[in-house]
């Protein structure tokens, strides 16, 4: 077994089963290799804010929502690459969730339904 100080107070880490994305909750990005431990990589920025949403992975990218509504979206792999943010309107703590091939994501105000129709 292995252990290490990048967890966040809040934000649980998500896994595609060879990398651990762990998020800071100040809106850093670690990836380690979940067998060893080892860091891939560590402190990597992504929109500043509070993180108390947990990431979602999903279709190799990873999704995480600060308490501004900032979606940050980090593509899942070794190398760090932030593709994105979205700004929703509201204050939101809630961890966003897939359904139906679209991504929902709840603000105090509303719940964002974001996706194509097939």
Known sequence: ???NNLG???PTPASDGRLLYAPHDKGFYNVLELATGK???QGQRIEP???NSSPLLADGKLYAIN???AAAVVKAGTEFEAPGVSKLDGYTL???VTAD???FIRTGEA???IGREK
């Open 1 to 3: 077994m292995w252990n």
């Open 8 to 10: 966040a107070d809040v």
């Open 39 to 41: 860091v891939i990589y």
């Open 49 to 51: 804010g509070s993180y």
């Open 67 to 69: 308490e501004e509504g």
């Open 94 to 96: 809630a961890s966003p």
């Open 101 to 103: 091939n679209h991504l």
């Open 111 to 113: 719940i964002h339904r």
